[in-house]
């Protein structure tokens, strides 16, 4: 067999399980996981070899690959925490590498922030605000608030004056400095893309639905949505001017009244269970043309399939136990993943974590799809208590 394909992971991901190993070995190669949480992975992965080390230093990385005598042939990795190390570490050993600058100003949203000041790129007022620091009563409210490196949207939330940002910090242990954003109204969309190094491509995105503020809860996400298609030039141009390169990214704009503006970028897949409609979708799939790009193959010919398609996350509205789970109905285009099951205990935490499960629709046009969402829903029921 040829060389390994390295992996890097944190926690345990369904994207690396499920996708990117299956992938790695359809490509022909060995998978060798790197991680910090060796006894996780070891429960769900019985098949492959996995190593533990400091993933989020790149020198500990690069001394236990020169301990086991590895030599990747590429070295990846789809955690949102380890794109920096990752990068770092691939150059180390002349692999195909993103930009380790780039990797780090994205993962953290305040640098992100100031990179796009630098470059004159559309942005929004932002600070950072230190734990004990007392707000001000002239920002520009309404405001998120968010960790400077939060996922998920997890403690993403909007306050609308100074005495409701006091109160929301007098509610949480600050231990570390939050970020605050001036809020933008409008739409949300998505931009996929991939790139060799040279060119970056955009693969298409998802116009998104949001629960009400204050939390912003992902819950639902259409395929090649208007908005997203109608913008999509303008948001590749920022995406491309911050330094994208090399790989996968998944990143998130809002359609203001002056334009798209981005919101964060992730350089990763995107997550929550669109991937794997994206594996479904693009004819030559999602996982394997990610990894041949860290091998240092050129960018694959993209033609997305012409499908309509549509995410409807199921969202649990209250903290307690579930009693009945969602049990959607059997139909063609309909398919569904479970993420909770009925007895499981649940701690609202007004984020992507609440989902109960993921429904994929697809039909040959938007009127069918909209019929089967709107079929699929009146159907599906579930209760907690």
């Known amino acids: 067999m040829s060389s390994p394909i390295v992996i890097l992971t944190h926690v345990v991901n369904s994207a ?24 996780a992975h070891r429960e769900c992965l019985a098949e492959v070899r996995i190593l533990e080390c400091d993933v989020f230093n790149p020198l500990a990385i690069l001394d236990l690959l020169t301990e086991q005598a ?71 409210y309404p405001l998120v608030v968010k960790p400077s490196q939060g996922v998920a949207s997890l403690d993403v939330c909007r306050v609308d004056s100074q005495p409701q940002l006091v109160a929301l910090l007098a509610d949480r242990v600050q231990s570390a400095p939050l970020l605050l954003e001036q809020y933008m109204e409008g739409p949300l969309f998505t931009l996929e893309t991939l790139g060799d190094g040279r060119e970056l491509v955009a693969v298409g995105g998802f116009d998104v639905e949001l629960s009400a503020p204050p939390h912003f809860i992902e819950t639902r996400a259409r395929w090649q ?82 499908q309509q398609a549509l995410i409807q996350y199921l969202v649990a509205e209250s903290s307690g136990r579930l009693v009945q789970a969602p049990q959607p109905p059997t139909r063609p285009g309909l398919s569904y993943k479970s993420l909770r099951q009925a007895g499981d205990s649940l701690l609202l935490s007004h984020s992507n974590k609440d989902y109960l499960g993921v429904l994929y629709l697809q039909a040959e046009s938007a009127g069918e799809l909209e019929q089967l969402h709107e079929d699929a829903m009146a159907a599906i029921h579930w209760e907690i208590n």
């Open 16 to 39: 690396v399980i499920d996708g990117f190993i299956p992938a790695a070995r359809q490509l022909g190669h060995e998978v060798v996981l790197v991680t910090d949480q060796g006894l």
């Open 70 to 140: 590895i030599r990747p042939a590429a070295l990846f990795s789809n955690s949102d925490h380890l794109q920096t190390a990752a990068a770092i570490a691939a150059r180390a050993l002349d692999l195909p590498a993103k930009d380790w600058q780039v990797c780090y100003r994205a993962k953290d949203k305040l640098r992100m922030r100031e990179r796009l000041a630098e470059l004159g790129l559309p942005s929004v007022w932002s600070r950072q605000l230190q734990p004990g620091e007392v707000p001000e009563h002239d920002w520009p």
């Open 225 to 306: 949505g208007s908005i997203g298609r109608e913008w999509q030039t303008r948001a590749l141009e920022q995406v491309r001017r911050f330094g994208v390169g090399l790989g996968v990214c998944h990143s998130e704009f809002i359609l203001t009244r002056d334009g798209p503006v981005l919101v964060e970028i992730n350089y990763r897949s995107i997550g929550d269970g669109r991937e794997f409609l994206l594996d479904q979708l693009l004819p030559g799939g999602w996982f394997a043309p990610i990894l041949r790009l860290h091998q240092g193959n050129p960018l694959p010919a993209i033609s997305p399939s012409t």
